[in-house]
Nanobody, 126 residues
Framework: QVQLVESGGGLVQAGGSLRLSCVAS????????MGWFRQAPGKEREFVAA????????AYSPSVKGRLTISRDNAANTVYLQMNSLKPEDTAVYYC???????????????????WGQGTQVTVSS
């Protein structure tokens, strides 16, 4: 059974930084692309960043490009989201996600992901 567990959220002032982690279990982590999404109150879940199974390819939402960085450590079964220069509009619950099929490049549509973590709250104060 695939499980994804996020951590690292919290309260930070605008301009600050956080690093989110997502530990995966239940399958060979290195064979699968991973993604980060977020959902703010009253809004739909939106794509934030994705990384290919080998880690060579990444993709970002235009709203976070240059401030957030996705990376992975396959030996630790972990995907990270380094968040710098945070803004109040980054406030949301952040979810990591994994697809059902291996060897994908970068996936941006939520419908392409089958497995989701429970989410971690990020709050950025102005």
């Amino acid at each position: 059974q695939v499980q994804l567990v996020e951590s690292g959220g919290g309260l930070v002032q605008a301009g600050g930084s956080l690093r989110l982690s997502c530990v995966a279990s239940g399958r060979t982590f290195s064979n699968y692309a991973m993604g980060w999404f977020r959902q703010a109150p009253g809004k739909e879940r939106e794509f934030v960043a994705a990384i290919s199974w080998g880690g060579r390819n990444t993709a970002y939402s235009p709203s976070v490009k240059g401030r957030l960085t996705i990376s992975r450590d396959n030996a630790a079964n972990t995907v990270y989201l380094q968040m710098n220069s945070l803004k109040p509009e980054d406030t949301a619950v952040y979810y990591c996600a994994g697809p059902s099929s291996p060897y994908s490049v970068v996936l941006q549509a939520p419908s392409t992901y089958e497995y989701w973590g429970q989410g971690t709250q990020v709050t950025v104060s102005s």
